[in-house]
T-cell receptor, first 113, second 109 residues
Framework: EAQVTQNPRYLITVTGKKLTVTCSQNMNHEYMSWYRQDPGLGLRQIYYSMNVEVTDKGDVPEGYKVSRKEKRNFPLILESPSPNQTSLYFC????????????FGPGTRLTVL | AQRVTQPEKLLSVFKGAPVELKCNYSYSGSPELFWYVQYSRQRLQLLLRHISRESIKGFTADLNKGETSFHLKKPFAQEEDSAMYYCALGNFGNEKLTFGTGTRLTIIP
């Protein structure tokens, strides 16, 4: 089944403890991106990648890192999480570009204490 | 900078009544606009895009460049339309995708 998967789906951690949220797609998509969803703020793009080894900042990149070593994977790294990064995170992929249809993952709910 | 504004956080409409979800954008270039929808317990998914000019599930949206709007409309609301709706703007140049803050639509039986 063509889809985007994220792991873990739920995570509770403490301030400063490095974590990685994985994202994988099996549709051979070139474009992948990460969003955070917060009440009243909607979806905000964190980082995006147009292809392997090509990444760029979205609107809210501070405190996050990403890498794109393989086409199918696009992990989101929080080197030193803080409570203001408590949020619902979504990974998405599309065929080539931002204006192609985005396929979203199920979301990862992160709580930083 | 590109920006998308959805002025209504919540919208309640009676079943059978017309629906209009507002979306205004700010962008200096030629915009690519979309509506995404998230039904309860489902993933966010594309509803429609302005370039295809199609009607999906009875919804339509017309790009009005003069008013910089891309409002979503449906003539007769159905209960299954209850969901969270996001307007989004794509940028040809830098490939960023900007979403609005979303409107939660509730259809009253």
């Amino acid at each position: 089944e063509a889809q985007v998967t994220q792991n873990p789906r739920y995570l509770i951690t403490v301030t400063g403890k490095k974590l990685t949220v994985t994202c994988s797609q099996n549709m051979n998509h070139e474009y992948m991106s990460w969003y955070r969803q917060d009440p009243g703020l909607g979806l905000r793009q964190i980082y995006y990648s147009m292809n392997v080894e090509v990444t760029d900042k979205g609107d809210v990149p501070e405190g996050y890192k990403v890498s794109r070593k393989e086409k199918r994977n696009f992990p989101l790294i929080l080197e030193s999480p803080s409570p203001n990064q408590t949020s619902l995170y979504f990974c998405a992929s599309s065929l080539r570009l931002a204006y192609n249809e985005q396929f979203f993952g199920p979301g990862t709910r992160l709580t930083v204490l | 900078a590109q920006r998308v504004t959805q002025p209504e956080k919540l919208l309640s409409v009676f079943k059978g009544a017309p629906v209009e979800l507002k979306c205004n954008y700010s962008y200096s270039g030629s915009p690519e606009l979309f509506w995404y929808v998230q039904y309860s317990r489902q993933r966010l998914q594309l509803l429609l895009r302005h370039i295809s000019r199609e009607s999906i599930k009875g919804f339509t949206a017309d790009l009005n460049k003069g008013e910089t709007s891309f409002h979503l409309k449906k003539p007769f609301a159905q209960e299954e339309d209850s969901a969270m709706y996001y307007c989004a703007l794509g940028n040809f140049g830098n490939e960023k995708l900007t979403f609005g803050t979303g409107t939660r639509l509730t259809i009253i039986p």
